[in-house]
């Protein structure tokens, strides 16, 4: 089984529709990471959290927010979707102890119409 | 200006070359380096780390620039699998954010 999964792998929407997108680890990482990916731009980190009670903003989080179940559940939510959150989204964990290595899920590809 | 830049290639060789390419960043305060590896439409990997003084595993060899700030990548003996995008990764602080390149593609043939 995979260490880090995500639900759902692919999802259609329509424009201001509201999207939660679920991350799962099995790694037993404190550290956990939303990003999404663009043709030509890189990954582009939305937020992160460092344990359960800590939450923080990335670099592009309008638009987003994140829900830290437990440690080994982090979601990201898309309140109203809007086209230009058309994207691939990947979610990562990592060890604080283990030289910043991030270990990540296979993506969704998210549409948004 | 973005802080990690590649170039996007692509990057067409045979196999049995040898294909390098590298990645500058902006800050010159960065302290780590790395590469990953993204094959179309997968999740990204860690191919190797990138110490001061170089460093190779197996037929991949990196090196750091600091005074010119970039680190390279170069792949020897290139085989088929080797086809994927490395992503050129930096980070800034002690924070474990990465700051992640739009990745160089390369392409090997047979």
């Known amino acids: 089984d995979a260490d880090v999964t995500q639900t759902p792998r692919n999802r259609i929407t329509k424009t201001g529709k509201r999207i939660m997108l679920e991350c799962s680890q099995t790694k037993g990482h404190d550290r956990m990471y939303w990003y999404r990916q663009d043709p030509g731009l890189g990954l582009r980190l939305i937020y992160y959290?460092?344990?359960?009670?800590?939450?923080n903003k990335g670099e592009i989080s309008d638009g987003y927010s994140v829900s830290r179940q437990a440690q080994a559940k982090f979601s990201l939510s898309l309140e109203s979707a809007i086209p230009n959150q058309t994207a691939l989204y990947f979610c990562?964990?990592?060890?604080?102890?283990?030289?910043?290595?991030?270990?990540f899920g296979p993506g969704t590809r998210l549409t948004v119409l | 200006r973005k802080e990690v830049e590649q170039d996007p290639g692509p990057f067409n060789v045979p196999e049995g070359a040898t294909v390098a390419f590298n990645c500058t960043y902006s800050n010159s305060a960065s302290q780590s380096f790395f590469w990953y590896r993204q094959d179309c439409r997968k999740e990204p990997k860690l191919l190797m780390s990138v110490y001061s003084s170089g460093n190779e595993d197996g037929r991949f060899t990196a090196q750091l620039n600091r005074a010119s700030q970039y680190i390279s990548l170069l792949i020897r003996d290139s085989k088929l699998s080797d086809s994927a995008t490395y992503l050129c990764?930096?980070?800034?602080?002690?924070?474990?954010?990465?700051?992640f390149g739009a990745g160089t593609t390369v392409t090997v043939r047979a």
């Open positions: 990562a964990t990592s060890d604080p102890r283990g030289a910043y290595e991030q270990f």
């Open positions: 959290s460092f344990d359960v009670k800590d939450i």
């Open positions: 990764v930096v980070n800034d602080s002690n924070d474990y954010k990465l700051s």
